[in-house]
């Protein structure tokens, strides 16, 4: 009788019959008298587990499965109760490699010792091999779009991570990454003019068009709707990624077959380049938030952490913004129009202006763009208006009589297209007291020109309440004279770049005083912007020009320095130098 038997001879036969009870492959592991670890005995369900996995005969005196590696060393320090740590009893491995490896989990539990004094512990294996590819297929899935069958953004992210922890080695020599992400332009219209099924079939023709751009090593992936990524491999830093996108631009311009149309898409390409320790799931938001700058200048454009930072910053005016309207924390501040035959104030524009208390004064031209990008416009706009309309109000009130001037309010180009602008200036008007005369609403070039039949309705509208209306910096848009003829404009304003040139360049001379001929022939009446010097407001009076703002006369005011402004200017003598 061998080791191994003499040690089964200890189990009782309640012992073995328990350990045949097991619904799982059970074995108990002790010391022989030679010290070495045996298997004292064990059920039919271990015997048919290691048969399986082995397809040899089961010999328990020849099981290298516990005799060495890792589970041999789990074994050892259990018995001899040097096991320390939360998977001290407990391990997971796999018996073979590719498709036909098995895996397992075994654990393990301590037994009283031997007759002969010796350690034991029962070991259980539990077959998880089933659940293993399971998991394996279900993850699979998970990584997989349905649709073209191409990973999707969590595979591509993670094939990113792969390659920058150097688990995905390249084939030939060290070479950087870049991660592009390709956007297909209008893909809405696919949708809502053909179906979803044409939306479909482009997006699956769209993929395997991308597929043919790469080269050995390049993955691509879908990412979204209708929005790709690719990591390429380069070596030339920026440039080869530029060129990447380059190439994968070009042969996307050529048309798809869809049914029995051929339909030309576009694209947007943006890039970021991988450097050590980048976060995966960071660097394809800076591809993303590069893919966003391509559409606004129209070609490929590669991550830059400084525009970023604007955008942080942008993103972050906004939300201070919001905030700063519903605490009602901003102001308006008050530039003088002067008559330039007489000298006297004969209005106002109304500027926003913004003294955040973190960060100080921040530029109109800095919060006004980011109203206008995130739809606070709508709502500053209408604040500016019924905040200047009670402002001229009350300086009626505390002069005593109905004051022989107007304000001016700007009206942006997002307040035309979005809102009721004359619901707004009629509310205004209602809630002050003034007459629609009183007040003029400034637009700008663009903001005609974008939406010229909604442009035409809101002036017609503005005018029935007797409202001016101002084209305000005239000269730097896109309008036609034919707009100018047809619209119910009031005033032209000349844009300061013309004004302030005026001293040193006869072309801009030449421009205003055109513009002034222009605006007398169609019987409008016209302010310049941007007077700084006494020279200028004289040349300006003397072409024509009925009102003028600048600094020569007032920087932009506060309400109540706008007013005293007002009556110093009513108390001197009428001089258009004053």
Not at 24 to 41: F, H, K, N, Y
Not at 294 to 301: E, I, L
Not at 448 to 466: M, N
Request: with cysteine; glycine share 8%; aromatic share 6%.
């Amino acid at each position: 009788m061998d080791a191994s038997e003499g040690l089964y001879a200890t189990l009782t036969p309640a012992d073995r019959a328990l350990l045949d009870a097991l619904p799982i492959a059970a074995a108990v592991v002790g010391r022989g008298d030679d010290g070495a670890m045996r298997l004292m005995a064990w059920n039919r369900r271990l015997e048919q587990a290691v048969r399986s996995s082995n397809e040899d005969m089961f010999d328990p005196a020849d099981m290298a499965l516990f005799h060495e590696g890792r589970i041999s060393g789990l074994l050892r320090d259990f018995l001899d109760g040097n096991a320390t740590g939360v998977a001290s009893d407990e391990l997971e491995f796999r018996d073979g490699d590719g498709v036909g490896a098995r895996h397992f989990r075994m654990k393990l539990a301590p037994l009283p010792s031997a007759a002969n004094g010796s350690p034991r512990c029962l070991v259980s294996l539990v077959d998880r091999t089933v659940e293993v590819r399971a998991e394996r297929s279900l993850r699979a899935e998970m990584l997989r779009d349905s649709l073209t069958g191409l990973p999707n953004r969590l595979g591509f992210t993670e094939t990113i991570e792969q390659v920058g922890k150097a688990e995905i080695a390249p084939l030939v020599g060290p070479i950087e990454h870049a991660v592009l992400v390709v956007d297909l332009l209008r893909f809405s219209r696919i949708n809502e003019s053909m179906g979803s099924l044409a939306g479909d079939e482009l997006l699956i023709t769209f993929a395997r068009r991308l597929m043919s751009t790469l080269r050995s090593g390049d993955v691509l992936a879908r990412t979204g709707g209708n929005e790709f990524g690719v990591l390429v491999g380069i070596r030339r830093g920026r440039d080869d990624a530029l060129a990447a996108a380059e190439r994968i631009q070009q042969v996307l311009t050529q048309p798809f077959k869809l049914s029995e149309l051929e339909i030309k898409v576009e694209c947007a390409i943006g890039a970021a380049l991988m450097h050590d320790g980048d976060d995966s799931e960071e660097l394809f938001r800076n591809a993303q938030f590069a893919v966003k700058q391509a559409k606004q200048v129209g070609r490929p454009q590669i991550y830059e952490p400084s525009e970023a930072s604007a955008a942080r910053r942008r993103f972050s005016i906004e939300t201070e913004l919001r905030r700063a309207l519903d605490r009602d924390e901003l102001t308006l501040s008050y530039q003088p129009l002067i008559d330039l035959k007489t000298g006297q104030v004969s209005g106002f524009e109304a500027l926003a202006r913004w003294t955040h208390a973190d960060r100080g004064e921040i530029s109109p031209s800095e919060f006004i763009p980011v109203a206008e990008e995130s739809g606070l416009i709508l709502s500053l706009g209408r604040w500016a208006m019924d905040k200047a309309a009670h402002t001229l109000a009350s300086w009626d009130k505390d002069a005593g009589e109905l004051l022989p001037l107007h304000v001016g309010v700007n009206l942006s180009a997002i307040q035309v297209a979005r809102d009721d602008i004359a619901e707004m200036v009629s509310s205004a008007l209602r809630s002050s007291g003034l007459t629609g005369h009183r007040l003029t609403l400034e637009l700008t070039e663009s903001s005609i020109v974008q939406d010229p039949v909604r442009a035409t309705r809101v002036f017609e509208a503005l005018k029935s309440l007797d409202a001016t209306v101002a084209m305000d910096d005239f000269g730097t848009g896109y309008s036609s004279l034919a707009y100018l003829q047809r619209l119910p404009i009031d005033v032209l304003k000349i844009d300061r770049s013309f004004v302030t040139g005026m001293m040193r360049d006869p072309d801009s001379v030449a421009i205003v005083r055109a513009v002034l001929s222009l605006a007398e022939a169609l019987g409008m009446s016209t302010t310049a912007e941007g007077i700084e010097t006494v020279e200028l407001a004289t040349t300006l009076a003397a072409l024509g020009c009925a009102n003028g703002q600048g600094f020569y006369y007032a920087k932009p005011l506060e309400a109540g320095a706008a007013y005293q402004y007002l009556q110093t200017r009513r108390a001197r003598t009428a001089s258009p130098l004053n």
